[in-house]
């Protein structure tokens, strides 16, 4: 069993929160809060993981899914931990957005993101400033990973069977970011 402590917590959302792995640098550990719509999104997350690995999908937008563990918390979810240059956990694009930052940039690598999400029909439940990361690897170069709301939460998964609907979806989502954050066009 694995003994998550309060001085491993890397951040926490409504739904989960997450830990460094106290014995694998290379991993984060994200334990649910209570309540049975918790669960419904983590299986559904892990449901779309799995579809996604299973198409050969590189990983290269997500931190792959490494598998469950026991903690004294409860069940616990590996991932791969994103990390800057200097092994500092990386931090939401909501940090980054309030510091000085060349929106132009920053426009052109969210649109980057974009498009490779939609090349690997990668299902987004949701997308916002706060679960895109910003991993630094030096002065004013990063790449962004989207680190939750992977999935497709309809009722009716329409954008599971037909892939354009999927992209559509896709590119609603990011224009409805890039308007709640400012920047300038859109994908």
């Known amino acids: 069993m694995i ?55 590189p990983f290269e937008e997500l931190p792959a899914y490494r598998g469950i563990a026991q903690t004294n918390l409860g069940k616990g979810y590996l991932y791969e931990l994103v990390v800057d240059h200097d092994d500092q956990v990386s931090q ?25 999400l939609v090349r690997y029909n990668v299902p987004l439940a949701d997308i916002s400033r706060h679960n895109i990361l910003v991993q630094l690897w030096g002065p004013e170069k990063y790449d962004l990973k989207v680190v939750d709301g992977v999935g497709n939460s309809d009722f009716i998964k329409i ?29």
Request: net charge positive; glycine share 8%.
């Open 159 to 187: 954008a599971d069977l037909v892939p354009a609907w999927n992209r559509s979806k896709i590119t609603r989502k990011f224009n409805r970011m890039f308007g709640f954050i400012g920047l300038p066009g859109t994908v």
């Open 92 to 116: 939401p694009l909501a940090v980054l957005l309030q510091k000085e930052y060349d929106g132009e940039q920053l426009a052109d690598d969210l649109r980057k993101l974009h498009d490779s």
């Open 3 to 57: 003994s998550l402590t309060e001085e491993l917590l890397i951040g926490e959302g409504k739904d989960r929160r997450c830990y460094r792995h106290p014995s694998d640098p290379a991993l984060c550990i994200k334990v649910l809060r209570s309540g049975w719509r918790t669960k419904v999104r983590m299986l559904r997350e892990l449901f779309y993981y799995r579809k996604l690995e299973r198409q050969g999908y």
